[in-house]
């Protein structure tokens, strides 16, 4: 950590020695821009720009303002052999910042703070590196295999296969030590796992392709799922990470990785329904996504009883045959209920704006209870003071807000279910 913290406002100089602010914020950078990954499957990837991405997330290395301080033209050097995941760190910079010329500033250390996340035994030369990348020949994706599918790019059809891992498997930890290092770039709040509880599942996309007349692996994705217990006697995955890295976004492979694990969860009837771990924005219209496309199949959620309102077939074809809870079967159900009704119409949609409102409006039903605590313990002037966020047109403001976070989201969702 450096000594400087950025708190400077002004042009002035420190400890009387006429160092500026613009000079000092001539050595901070933004970590996010200095970061180049690769995924390397020959050697040429090396000096190939087109094969490098950067994370979206520094805080957790570098800290809340995602900046390294004490380096001009700074770059880190992060790189993966493609399938197996050896690993490569290093960094180069044109100046450093020098604690006698610059009042004692210290650079922050890069790459120790990387290296403490990352498995050791990575390579700090490039050399050394480079004699893995032939060995990536020999690497085999980790598992049983579950599914396997094509998509079609302007390079041509690209193949891909997802298979179910456990730590029992040899090499396995390893590797996954090393991948789960992306969480920390590309997962806001990612943390790492307890991966010696055998409740973990570990779900693993590959790119099967053709190299030196021979097929190879590159590591695409994973999702994790913990086996929770539901009372009495069964069940309840809960979906914890789910990561396809930036070269293989845009495909597809999200849905398709849901769609395998909901299906090998769904295979063991000791599942009660699948949950999902606090889910970004993102990930939160992957699952409602895929859940419409699932739900749409099911008789209950037919187009003619939609517009009936959300009833107790939904709920239970959605956790009978699809494991899907009642709370997102009822998500699930105002989406679709949402393609169904002609929004230009006034009465239809004002229809459905009530329905969804309605469910919205049950947190506040709760409050009048908790208001009429408020009434024996207060002062009749403290009360005043308290009631003003219970006030109707307060409720009234947040129960629109709500709303149209939420139909925003679904138009977003039936967006892609048009297309799909």
């Not at 060995?135 to 891909?160: C, I, N, V």
Request: with cysteine; glycine share 4%.
């Amino acid at each position: 950590m450096s000594l400087w913290d950025g708190s400077m406002h002004d042009s002035s100089t420190s400890s009387g020695m006429g160092l500026s602010r613009n000079e000092l914020e001539s050595f901070v950078c933004r970590a996010n821009d200095v970061i180049d990954i690769k995924l390397v499957r020959q050697e040429s990837d090396l000096e190939n720009n087109k094969t490098t991405f950067r994370p979206e997330l520094t805080h957790q290395v570098f800290g809340e303002t995602e900046n390294i301080f004490g380096y001009k033209d700074l770059v880190v050097k992060l790189y993966y052999t493609a399938g197996r995941l050896t690993t490569y760190l290093n960094m180069s910079y044109s100046q450093k910042v020098d604690p006698v010329r610059h009042e004692g500033m210290q650079a922050d250390e890069v790459l120790k703070n990387i290296a403490e996340k990352i498995p050791p035994g990575f390579c700090t030369n490039i050399d050394d590196f480079s004699m893995y990348i032939p060995k990536e020949a020999t690497f085999q994706p980790y598992g049983t295999l579950l599914h396997s599918y094509k998509r079609e790019t302007e390079g041509g059809d690209r193949q891909f296969e997802i298979y179910k891992a456990d730590m029992s498997i040899p090499g396995f930890r390893e590797f996954h030590e090393r991948l789960q290092m992306f969480v920390l770039w590309f997962i806001d709040a990612g943390s790492f796992i307890d991966v010696d509880d055998e409740k973990w599942n570990y779900y693993l996309i590959f790119e099967k392709y053709a190299c030196d007349g021979n097929h190879r692996y590159a590591t695409v994705g994973y999702l994790t799922a913990y086996s929770y217990y539901a009372y009495p006697d069964k069940l309840r995955p809960r979906i914890s990470q789910v990561l396809v890295l930036p070269p293989f976004q845009r495909l597809g492979h999200g849905v398709e990785l849901l769609q395998t694990a909901y299906r090998d969860m769904r295979e063991n009837n000791d599942v009660l329904d699948i949950t999902v771990e606090d889910p970004s924005e993102e990930f939160l219209r992957l699952r409602d996504f895929v859940d419409c496309m699932n739900c749409k199949v099911l008789p209950a959620f037919s187009p003619q009883l939609l517009q009936d309102g959300f009833t107790a077939d939904m709920a239970q074809q959605a956790q009978e045959k699809l494991k899907i809870n009642k709370k997102q079967a009822r998500r699930v159900y105002e989406i679709l209920r949402l393609e169904q009704t002609d929004i230009s119409n006034a009465a239809a949609f004002r229809e459905f704006r009530l329905d969804v409102k309605r469910r919205l409006n049950a947190p506040f039903r709760k409050e009048s209870s908790y208001i009429e605590k408020l009434r024996k313990v207060l002062k009749p002037e403290e009360l005043v003071v308290a009631m003003e966020d219970f006030s109707v047109e307060n409720r009234q403001a947040k129960l629109e807000e709500m709303f149209q976070d939420n139909l925003t989201h679904y138009k977003r969702v039936l967006d892609r279910l048009a297309v799909a």
